[in-house]
């Protein structure tokens, strides 16, 4: 496939693949809750119950907050850089980036962007990415995670366009200074 890196492309929000997210976080808030205030049935389950609603409430609440905003363009891919607004709201330019690579966990895929530490720290990251950033670094995700989800487009197709772009701005792609490599969380 050939990719052109003269153009740029606008990838809108999937409401459809979030509502999917969205049920899941309900189910799973409402049986972290249900094996909090019905111990007769769960035992007593205050140990796993209470962290489930949190953690699941939350990712329900991000699952609401995605959804709403999700009926426009959520990822802009230029010549010039890629804007994700699951990450920030300003442009990362390609000649900022230093490396690319795949990161799984569970079963997911992840773009990892490793950009230069000066530039992110310029960079006005969302209340997300912030809180996951140095968790995910010691999982082995050293840079911002993109992730197809909740986008219309899949994961091959974004991670080709990605490098394709990468190597438009600052050359052949998977020499000495620019790996693309494959990681997996440990122990995940």
């Given at each position: 496939?050939?990719?052109?890196?003269?153009?740029?492309?606008?990838?809108?929000?999937?409401?459809?693949?979030?509502?999917?997210?969205?049920?899941?976080?309900?189910?799973?808030?409402?049986?972290?809750?249900?094996?909090?205030f019905l111990?007769?049935?769960?035992?007593?389950?205050?140990?796993?119950?209470?962290?489930?609603?949190?953690?699941?409430?939350?990712?329900?609440?991000?699952?609401?907050?995605?959804?709403?905003?999700?009926?426009?363009?959520?990822?802009?891919?230029?010549?010039?850089?890629?804007?994700?607004?699951?990450?920030?709201?300003?442009?990362i330019p390609?000649?900022?980036?230093?490396?690319?690579?795949?990161?799984?966990?569970?079963?997911?895929?992840?773009?990892?962007?490793?950009?230069?530490?000066?530039?992110?720290?310029?960079?006005?990251?969302?209340?997300?990415?912030?809180?996951?950033?140095?968790?995910?670094?010691?999982?082995?995700?050293?840079?911002?995670?993109?992730?197809?989800?909740?986008?219309?487009?899949?994961?091959?197709?974004?991670?080709?366009?990605?490098?394709?772009?990468?190597?438009?701005?600052?050359?052949?792609?998977?020499?000495?200074?620019?790996?693309?490599?494959?990681?997996?969380?440990?122990?995940?």
């Amino acid at each position: 496939m050939q990719i052109d890196t003269s153009q740029t492309l606008e990838i809108k929000g999937s409401p459809l693949k979030l509502i999917g997210l969205l049920l899941a976080g309900i189910v799973m808030t409402g049986l972290s809750a249900a094996i909090t205030f019905l111990p007769a049935v769960f035992g007593p389950g205050l140990i796993f119950g209470i962290p489930g609603m949190l953690f699941f409430g939350a990712c329900t609440c991000i699952a609401v907050y995605r959804l709403i905003i999700s009926s426009g363009v959520m990822v802009t891919i230029s010549p010039a850089g890629i804007l994700d607004l699951r990450i920030a709201r300003e442009m990362i330019p390609w000649s900022e980036v230093r490396e690319v690579f795949v990161w799984s966990s569970s079963g997911q895929k992840f773009i990892i962007l490793n950009v230069d530490p000066e530039f992110e720290k310029t960079l006005g990251l969302g209340w997300i990415p912030r809180m996951t950033r140095s968790a995910n670094a010691k999982l082995g995700a050293d840079g911002l995670a993109i992730a197809p989800t909740g986008i219309r487009i899949g994961f091959d197709d974004l991670f080709a366009l990605i490098c394709a772009h990468v190597a438009a701005a600052q050359g052949p792609w998977g020499g000495a200074g620019h790996p693309v490599r494959h990681v997996d969380a440990p122990g995940l």
